[in-house]
């Protein structure tokens, strides 16, 4: 978590002006395939990714010591019971706190979040997935591979992002 604190400290400073004015927007991302990962949820389950295969995926890096990770919470919550009828899957995976500090986190969230929470004690995953910053989020389609990427907070139930989100069900015709 510690190397991770700098470089939030310093994201608007390392990167483009361009990129500074995207934080918390979806860019488009490369399609690569969404690599793999097995992290514990908050019940000791084990969460695969490969598990929500055929369905739209986001997945949302953040950490209790996050502000703006506090702030688009309540937003994700939202557009999670808004959607969840509709096949996509929501990931939250908390990078390196403790289980008393979320629980303390979440204790504060209104609305308490009810979709999946992935613990990445030892940020593995975040590292893997190149997380640079705190949030971090990637839409996954349904195809497995990462559609849309952005970091910083995003504004979850916003009608951009829902349709973004939405866009992502259709499939294209051949």
């Not at 979709?115 to 990445?120: E, K």
């Not at 995953?125 to 990462?146: C, K, N, Q, Y």
Request: net charge neutral; proline share 7%; charged share 20%.
């Amino acid at each position: 978590m510690t190397r991770l604190i700098p470089i939030v400290l310093c994201l608007c400073l390392a990167v483009p002006p361009l990129a500074c004015a995207q934080l918390g927007q979806f860019v488009p991302a490369a399609s690569t395939p969404a690599a793999d990962f097995r992290l514990p949820d908050r019940d000791g389950r084990t969460i695969f990714l490969s598990g929500y295969k055929g369905k739209v995926v986001l997945v949302n890096f953040w950490a209790t010591w996050c502000i703006p990770c506090r702030e688009e919470m309540p937003a994700l919550e939202r557009l999670w019971r808004n959607m969840k009828s509709s096949s996509l899957a929501v990931i939250a995976v908390d990078v390196g706190d403790d289980d008393v500090a979320i629980r303390s986190f979440l204790q504060r969230i209104d609305p308490p979040p009810s979709f999946t929470i992935a613990l990445d004690r030892d940020l593995t995953v975040a590292t893997m997935w190149h997380v640079e910053g705190m949030p971090t989020s990637f839409l996954i389609g349904a195809d497995g591979r990462i559609a849309f990427q952005a970091v910083g907070a995003v504004e979850f139930d916003s009608a951009k992002t829902i349709e973004l989100v939405h866009s992502l069900f259709i499939v294209p015709r051949k």
